[in-house]
């Protein structure tokens, strides 16, 4: 028969390991999701992954997804992904290492969820 430490062992174990599960969960299914964006906006700082994006407003251009801080003028070089003037939601799965800076095409609203860390 099992003692009490031996229940209260396997117990903080069974806890220990569900946190790890929960934490790359969040990775794979982002942990902030931002307001509506309608112009240049640096979203977050540091690094991450960007998990996807929905377009609310399609608008007459598309925007792009950076890493990066630069708002000012982002590199095309670290375009992670274009923006379509299409509504719906859309798949990333992008790490980024700098920032993620969203800058809409004329007339989008769009949304980001991402994960810090």
């Known amino acids: 028969m099992a003692s009490l430490d031996d229940l ?42 960007l998990v996807n994006f929905v377009v609310l407003v399609a608008g007459t251009g598309n925007g792009a ?15 992670l992904v274009v923006i379509p003037q299409t509504i719906g939601v859309y ?11 969203v800058v809409p095409g004329t007339g989008q609203t769009v949304t980001v969820t991402y994960y810090l860390g």
């Open 8 to 49: 209260l062992t396997a117990s903080k174990n069974i806890v220990t390991a569900l946190n790890g599960i929960n934490g790359t969960f969040a990775k794979f299914l982002g942990n902030v999701t931002s307001t509506t964006i309608t112009s240049s906006t640096l979203v977050a700082t540091g690094s991450g992954r």
């Open 65 to 79: 997804i950076y890493n990066t801080t630069n708002s000012a003028s982002p590199p095309a070089a670290n375009e």
């Open 91 to 101: 798949p990333v799965g992008a790490a980024f290492t700098n920032g993620l800076l």
